[in-house]
């Protein structure tokens, strides 16, 4: 079956614009993940959905980031005002509720760069 | 805050040797441990995993060491090989899908 896929896989982009980054996950997979990775950094959590609970978005690094979800489908992760800073791979992952110890899923990321 | 604290940042190994890797967590509501592999350009990938109420779990060359008491484990690669050269997180996860990643470690491993 399919994989987690995500759109673009790459994203150049002019400081101080938006972007809109895509996440397809794996269907019927109820949790949905962001993660942002630097180069040669670990993964940064950002923002964890569940189902039809409010998401956790205890790792947005500013307000300038945000996610939506729609049910348990796509999610699109923006960035407004985008900084050099913000250049880096955002991986998503799905993973299943249907078992107790839930393995992510990871698409192969975007990588974003801001000039 | 780190959640989980990996080490160490990199390492280098002779082909055939034996890498280790260490985490350690702080909360105890973490109840999955699992490693993932991440190989350039590609997104990381489950390796292997452990529930508290075991002390080791082994799968091929690779085994992962649990200490609950000290809020640490680790992956062993035995028997390690070029191809094993990647980047590998350790994580925590609570329920029902809370996972959190160390920093991971930038594992090379020589001819």
């Known amino acids: 079956g399919a994989g987690v896929s995500q759109s673009p896989s790459n994203k150049v982009t002019e400081k101080g614009k938006d972007v809109e980054l895509r996440c397809d996950p794996i269907s019927g997979h109820t949790a949905l993940y962001w993660y942002r990775q630097r180069l040669g950094q670990g993964l940064e959590f950002l923002i964890y959905f569940q189902g039809n609970s409010a998401p956790d978005k205890s790792g947005l690094p500013s307000d300038r980031f945000s996610a939506e979800r729609t049910g348990e489908s796509v999610s699109t992760l923006t960035i407004q005002r985008t900084q050099q800073e913000d250049s880096a791979v955002y991986l998503c992952a799905s993973s299943s509720d249907m078992s107790s110890y839930n393995e992510q899923f990871f698409g192969p990321g975007t990588r974003l760069t801001v000039l | 805050q780190q959640q989980v604290k990996q080490s160490p940042q990199s390492l280098i190994v002779q082909k055939g040797g034996i890498s280790i890797i260490n985490c350690a967590y702080e909360n105890t509501a973490f109840d999955y441990f699992p490693w993932y592999q991440q190989f350039p350009g590609k997104g990381p990938a489950l390796l292997i995993a452990?529930?508290?109420?075991?002390s080791e779990k082994k799968e091929g060359r690779f085994t992962i060491s649990f200490n609950k008491s000290a809020k640490q484990f680790s992956l062993h690669i035995m028997d390690s090989q070029p191809g094993d050269s990647a980047t590998y997180f350790c994580?925590?996860?609570?329920?029902?899908?809370?996972?959190?990643f160390g920093a991971g470690t930038r594992l090379t491993v020589k001819p």
């Open positions: 994580a925590a996860t609570r329920p029902p899908n809370d996972m959190r």
């Open positions: 452990i529930r508290p109420d075991v």
